[in-house]
């Protein structure tokens, strides 16, 4: 999909779309209802993504939303990243997943920090057919990101990696993966370089998948890398300046999980007001019980909350101006909404809510998830307070 940008009017509404938005909204909406819909209580069952699907995202054009049209991809914004991950995660959260590390992270670090040999080479794949992968978390390092083991060492004319990460979000179907390791300990994390590598680059292996509580479409792999050997002309970015493109790479990235988060709570209160309209008790709709519309309003005014906060912090991204507290921000209320929006539709489906027959048990367990990765609320929460606490309210 190649669009026309077209200009937002000065002032607009935060949710006021402009004409290439909406046909990006909407097309994506579609086909996220027609072509996802059916296959996801397989997919979660299975804990597999569709090959199909991910063939039918390129043709889409949603691999490479912001990848220039010069290497194949849509041309366009971040905002309407940020679109597309809503839009598929009020279907499937795994789907929104799997679209938004390509394009807020991995398409991200390569744009930015690539050189034109790695754009031109890697960009062309990502916005064709190749999926990518990020790699920075490892069994010691999660929050404590740059006390990575991984480890580079220069050896002539290629580098030579060894350690392993965990957690890595698309490794099962990935065939590029940026991934970071420290070519330079006694730097600290000074030393941290990220790397591009090629699923069949010697040394390099995909591991474990994790059997998981919700995302379960979505793979989550460790990676071996053992003697693992990458051109010189692989390393992305400078060498000892791979903590920045991690930072600032995942200061974007969460801005995609809010995005997630506000389409997963979206799609479970839908499916929530359709079932309370439907459902009778006491001789009428469980939905014309005060309370129960209470529930809902009070659910429906959270989310649209949430939704300003991770559209505000998307164009902010766009137009260039400081976005770190408003993008933390938006990640932690997204997901806390989220899990709240997600229990109060199983609460208002009943039992039905607490079977698999029914859909909004899974959108509750996708939920939790948002308040883990990318940054625990945790750290989010740490990172508002040093935005605070020395900067402005
Ligand atoms: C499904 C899934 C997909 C993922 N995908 C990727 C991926 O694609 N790439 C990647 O690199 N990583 C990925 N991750 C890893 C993810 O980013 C980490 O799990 C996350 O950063 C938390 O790290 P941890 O699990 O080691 O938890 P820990 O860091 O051990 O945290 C445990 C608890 O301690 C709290 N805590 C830790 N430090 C502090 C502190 N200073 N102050 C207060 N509280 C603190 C945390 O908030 C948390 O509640 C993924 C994780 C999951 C679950």
């Known amino acids: 999909?190649?669009?026309?940008?077209?200009?937002?009017?000065?002032?607009?509404?935060?949710?006021?779309?402009?004409?290439?938005?909406?046909?990006?909204?909407?097309?994506?909406?579609?086909?996220?209802?027609?072509?996802?819909?059916?296959?996801?209580p397989q997919m979660d069952r299975d804990a597999t993504m569709s090959k199909d699907l991910i063939a039918a995202f390129f043709d889409l054009g949603i691999m490479g939303i912001e990848v220039p049209d010069r290497w194949g991809g849509a041309g366009s914004t971040f905002f309407n990243a940020v679109?597309?991950?809503?839009?598929?995660?009020?279907?499937?959260?795994?789907?929104?997943?799997?679209?938004?590390v390509q394009n807020t992270l991995v398409n991200n670090a390569l744009l930015r920090w690539g050189n034109e040999d790695q754009k031109s080479k890697y960009l062309s794949l990502l916005a064709k057919d190749t999926v990518g992968a990020y790699a920075l978390s490892e069994a010691g390092s999660g929050s404590d990101?740059?006390?990575?083991?991984?480890?580079?060492?220069?050896?002539?004319?290629?580098?030579?990696?060894?350690?392993?990460k965990l957690w890595i979000t698309n490794a099962a179907e990935a065939e590029i993966f940026?991934?970071?390791?420290?070519?330079?300990?006694?730097?600290?994390?000074?030393?941290?370089?990220?790397?591009?590598?090629?699923?069949?680059?010697?040394?390099?292996?995909?591991?474990?998948?994790?059997?998981?509580t919700g995302i379960r479409a979505s793979s989550t792999c460790e990676l071996?890398?053992?003697d693992c050997r990458v051109p010189r002309e692989n390393v992305l970015g400078e060498i000892g300046k791979g903590y920045k493109i991690a930072i600032e790479t995942l200061n974007e990235g969460r801005i995609g999980i809010g995005?997630?988060?506000?389409?997963?709570?979206?799609?479970?209160?839908?499916?929530?007001?359709?079932?309370?309209?439907e459902r009778h008790q006491f001789g009428q709709r469980v939905a014309d019980f005060q309370g129960v519309k209470f529930q809902i309003s009070q659910a429906a005014t959270e989310l649209e909350a949430a939704r300003l906060m991770v559209y505000n912090a998307a164009r902010l991204k766009d137009a260039h101006k400081p976005f770190l507290r408003e993008a933390a921000m938006a990640k932690l209320f997204s997901s806390q909404v989220c899990e709240q929006v997600t229990s109060l539709a199983v609460q208002l489906f009943g039992?039905?809510?607490?079977?698999?027959?029914?859909?909004?048990?899974?959108?509750?367990?996708?939920?939790?998830?948002?308040?883990?990765?990318?940054?625990?609320?945790?750290?989010?929460?740490?990172?508002?307070a040093k935005t605070i606490l020395t900067e402005r309210l």
Not at 8 to 16: E, F, H, Q, R, Y
Not at 91 to 97: N, W
Not at 262 to 276: N, S, V
Request: aromatic share 8%; hydrophobic share 40%.
């Open 259 to 277: 995005a997630q988060m506000i389409g997963i709570a979206r799609g479970a209160l839908e499916h929530a007001i359709a079932y309370t309209k």
């Open 224 to 226: 071996i890398l053992e």
């Open 83 to 100: 679109l597309v991950v809503e839009e598929l995660s009020h279907v499937d959260a795994s789907c929104g997943v799997l679209v938004d």
């Open 178 to 212: 940026v991934v970071f390791a420290n070519a330079n300990p006694d730097a600290g994390y000074k030393g941290i370089t990220a790397f591009i590598i090629e699923r069949d680059f010697p040394g390099f292996n995909v591991g474990k998948k994790e059997d998981k």
């Open 351 to 384: 039992g039905n809510g607490y079977t698999k027959e029914y859909p909004v048990e899974k959108f509750w367990r996708d939920s939790k998830v948002g308040q883990i990765y990318e940054g625990t609320s945790n750290m989010q929460l740490d990172t508002i």
């Open 1 to 40: 999909m190649t669009t026309q940008a077209v200009e937002i009017p000065p002032g607009a509404p935060l949710t006021v779309l402009s004409e290439e938005e909406q046909m990006f909204q909407q097309s994506v909406r579609d086909f996220a209802i027609e072509k996802i819909r059916p296959l996801v």
């Open 145 to 164: 990101a740059f006390a990575l083991a991984t480890r580079a060492e220069e050896k002539g004319d290629h580098w030579v990696l060894n350690g392993r």
